[in-house]
T-cell receptor, first 117, second 114 residues
Framework: GAVVSQHPSRVICKSGTSVKIECRSLDFQATTMFWYRQFPKQSLMLMATSNEGSKATYEQGVEKDKFLINHASLTLSTLTVTSAHPEDSSFYIC?????????????FGPGTRLLVL | AQKVTQAQTEISVVEKEDVTLDCVYETRDTTYYLFWYKQPPSGELVFLIRRNSFDEQNEISGRYSWNFQKSTSSFNFTITASQVVDSAVYFCALFSGNTGKLIFGQGTTLQVKP
């Protein structure tokens, strides 16, 4: 399957600081990437759809000024959590869409654990 | 409305037992795709299978098998002769062509004891 990487895998920061998470497609080009958030023992919640060369599409209830997404190239999307607060602590996972035959598959990165103190 | 239901929150089995994880979905799309992902303790989601709505053929891959029943809107996953390494959270997901989004079930935590 396609390989998606994320960096960093884990980050601890102080409240009020900003944190940038990178998502890269390693062996393919991804015009569309997705950012999810997962709380402990819960399912994945889609935050936004990241489109290369255009603005991201945010899900209802997700603050676009809080979670800045940039998809500047076909292999890189970044999520910046601005002015992070303890309630932003979570597991953030990105995915990239790959068209395979009829239909498509999303491949996921290894995730980033964010802890805001 | 699009929805995926995994009614089993947690399942615990002893190694070598067979186990079936249930998945029921709702969609009005005529064409859709169903997925199973595995999430081990490390957190990464591992793609297991994709099934197209127009292909009801069941699939077997090693100890894994999937039963797609369009008539009952179910896409169940069976692990034969389970192993400790199968312990993980398993997610069933539905891709909607109308929304372009992947909709996840709540996940089933499988614990395989030695």
């Amino acid at each position: 399957g396609a390989v998606v990487s994320q960096h960093p895998s884990r980050v601890i920061c102080k409240s009020g600081t900003s944190v940038k998470i990178e998502c890269r497609s390693l062996d393919f080009q991804a015009t569309t990437m997705f950012w999810y958030r997962q709380f402990p023992k819960q399912s994945l919640m889609l935050m936004a759809t990241s489109n290369e060369g255009s603005k991201a599409t945010y899900e209802q209830g997700v603050e676009k000024d809080k979670f800045l997404i940039n998809h500047a190239s076909l292999t890189l999307s970044t999520l910046t959590v601005t002015s992070a607060h303890p309630e932003d602590s979570s597991f953030y996972i990105c995915s990239a869409r790959v068209r395979q035959g009829v239909g498509e598959t999303q491949y996921f990165g290894p995730g980033t654990r964010l802890l805001v103190l | 409305a699009q929805k995926v239901t995994q009614a089993q929150t947690e399942i615990s089995v002893v190694e070598k037992e067979d186990v079936t994880l249930d998945c029921v979905y709702e969609t009005r799309d005529t064409t859709y795709y169903l997925f199973w992902y595995k999430q081990p303790p490390s957190g990464e989601l591992v793609f297991l299978i994709r099934r197209n709505s127009f292909d009801e053929q069941n699939e077997i891959s090693g100890r894994y098998s999937w039963n797609f029943q369009k008539s009952t809107s179910s896409f169940n996953f069976t692990i034969t002769a389970s192993q400790v390494v199968d312990s993980a959270v398993y997610f069933c997901a539905l891709f909607s062509g109308n929304t372009g989004k992947l909709i996840f079930g709540q996940g089933t935590t499988l614990q395989v004891k030695p």
